[in-house]
């Protein structure tokens, strides 16, 4: 099964960028559906953003959209999360997460994801 690995997660001040990384092992990217859920405390994971299996679907979720992006480099196996204009309530631990092709259920819904990876955390200071 595929193993997940986050990274680049870090504190930063309000408008500032960070590029988070999702490498991947004993898979590959393209197999599955890339996702990215966060979590602040005591919230429930939260959808952020996926990537389809093709690599052309995008979806993001309101409160992120024309701020953060997601892509993938298949040479490396890697899905990332561009996140720009980053203010403090985008404050939470960071997670990538692969859904195999033939599962269903709802897009946004962490419990349809099959794989998770460890998480990075994100402060943003006002």
């Known amino acids: 099964q595929v193993q997940l690995v986050e990274s680049g997660g870090g504190l930063v001040q309000a408008g500032d960028s960070l590029r988070l990384s999702c490498a991947a092992s004993e898979g590959s990217v393209t197999d599955y559906t890339m996702g990215w859920f966060r979590q602040a405390p005591g919230k429930e994971r939260d959808f952020v953003a996926r990537?389809?299996?093709?690599?052309?679907?995008?979806y993001h979720a309101m409160s992120v959209r024309g701020r953060f992006t997601t892509l993938r480099d298949k040479s490396s196996n890697t899905v990332y999360l561009q996140m720009n204009s980053l203010k403090p309530e985008d404050t939470a631990v960071y997670y990538c997460?692969?859904?195999?092709?033939?599962?269903?259920?709802?897009?946004?819904?962490?419990?349809?994801?099959?794989?998770w990876g460890q998480g990075t955390q994100v402060t943003v200071s006002s």
């Open positions: 990537l389809g299996r093709a690599g052309r679907n995008r």
């Open positions: 997460a692969a859904r195999n092709s033939l599962r269903t259920g709802s897009w946004d819904d962490p419990t349809t994801f099959d794989y």
